[in-house]
């Protein structure tokens, strides 16, 4: 866990999921792409950070007319979703 999103709000996170879904709707032409952000509140217990925090979950699909189609559009969804989120958060 981050230090810095440990007070991060709710609005914070509709931020974030914005401007990933922004950039994500740059790239997607060409392919057919669903796509969720969930907000949640997680019981976070990892050595020294506990309690409830704050949780972005994104959900994802990727179709195409084939496996192969279909597979290399997911692959390059995963790649702009990473891109995006590392852009967002700064």
Known sequence: MLREFKEATYHDYLEIARAASDHLEER???HFWDLEHVHTLVDFKLDQHSG???SLQVWF???ATTLK????????LIQQLQESLSSAIG
């Open 69 to 76: 189609a279909a597979t290399e559009s997911r692959e390059y």
């Open 52 to 54: 409830i925090v704050s």
């Open 61 to 63: 699909h990727a179709s």
């Open 28 to 30: 997607s032409e060409g």
